[in-house]
């Protein structure tokens, strides 16, 4: 059962702040050594190793290689209780990075450009800060987690038993998010992220000369009325009450100005909040396109992906993540209440089986020009978010392993 946050001299003195403040060094060094060393999904394995060698140096049982490079870390309380789960991310993009920084990437097309490295260092801070204050009723499991912006590691772990012995009650989680300003906490029941689903449609037709036309099936002009009637699914075949989201990110086509090309490529993704619209597009995409080419004389390869369900976070575990946001952020802007995204995560697999709660921390500073969006080669955040990140799990912990 979800406890209120309680009105305690533990969760209200500044001791708290002041001992997770000493650990901000700490917290930006694993940081820069996680980006100086970043990595592909389940190919984790330096910073895997990292992770391993902290959690060993405290002391903290761990299993390793769950689900490839995952890890699964236990740090119990000194009364028994309920189990909470707090999941990071540890993987990096196929970025080259362009910041001029004493801790930029040391690999070559690959870059931490979504705040993963902070993520882990922000749980290392908090698993390393629950072991030497173990004063809560319970369990908290830290799930470090491969591969989440491909192919996913979230539903791996789990098949692995990530939330299992022990059983899993909660779990929660976080993303440095730098559409908000620093040390702003985005929280929202229900819908936080969409569902993402991909596609790649090969439009087959047949080539011939430019000048020549009625010789051919023109596979650009086939691939071009695709285009343009799949941006017709959102306006006239979802309710307009319900947001989603068709969009083309490639075409490829052609080789030369005077050769009608012989086949299109268009590839794209979509994204909605409504899990009734499961299936849905998948099906409504595939009607448009065999609809246009069987009229011009084509012929088509869909392929189809439903990659991510709709991040979706229960209502009692996000109200006490908001309670402990609401004592903890002393940020102008505070806590957004509604915040949300079309962007993806597979944090969305932890909780369909378990209720939880993810949540967004603010992360930009734009005097320090540090607000470059995510998946950017010159993303960065401001480092005095990692401190903050600590302190929210930790509360969260004390309110929800109360005892």
Sequence with gaps: ?????????????????????????????????????????????????????????????HQHGV??????????????????????????????????????SQHDGVMHACGHDGHVAIALGTA?????????????????????????????????????????DAIIG???????????????????MAATELFRCRIQGKGGHGAIPHQ????????????????????????????????IGQFHAGSARNVIADSAEIAGTVRYFDRGYDGFFSQRIEQIVA??????????ELEYQALYPPVVNDAAITELVRSV??????????????????????????????????FFLGSANAAKQLDYPHHHPRFDFDETVLPMGVEMFVRCVEAYCAG
């Design 67 to 104: 689900a490839g490079t995952g890890i699964v870390a236990i740090v119990s309380g000194h009364r028994p209780g309920p189990v909470l789960g707090i999941r990071a991310d540890m993987d990096a993009l196929p970025i080259q990075e362009l910041n001029e920084v004493p801790y930029r």
């Design 216 to 247: 051919t099936v023109d596979s650009i002009v086939v691939g071009s009325q695709v285009v343009n009637a799949l941006q017709t699914i959102v306006s006239r075949s979802v309710d307009p009450l319900k947001s989603a989201v068709v969009t």
């Design 128 to 168: 390393h800060y629950l072991s030497r204050y173990p004063d809560f009723a319970g369990t908290v499991k830290f799930i470090f987690q491969p591969a989440e912006e491909g192919p996913g590691g979230a539903k791996p772990m789990i098949e692995a038993g990530a939330l299992s012995n022990p059983n899993v």
């Design 325 to 358: 946001a609401l004592s903890v952020v002393e940020t102008p802007a505070g806590v957004v209440p509604e915040c949300q995204t079309m962007g993806g995560e597979d944090m969305a697999f932890f909780l369909q089986r378990v209720p939880g709660c993810y």
């Design 174 to 192: 976080l993303h440095l998010w730098n559409n908000l300003p620093l040390g702003t906490i985005g929280v929202r029941t229900g819908a936080l």
């Design 1 to 61: 059962m979800v406890s209120a946050v309680p009105q305690s001299t533990s969760l209200q003195s500044d001791s708290i702040r002041l001992t997770i403040a000493s650990l901000q060094p700490q917290l930006i060094d694993w940081r820069r050594r996680l980006h100086q060393q970043p990595e592909l999904g389940f190919r984790e394995h330096q910073t895997a190793d990292f992770i391993r060698q902290k959690l060993t140096q405290w002391g903290i049982p």
């Design 291 to 300: 609809g246009i080419c069987q009229s011009h004389g084509a012929t088509y």
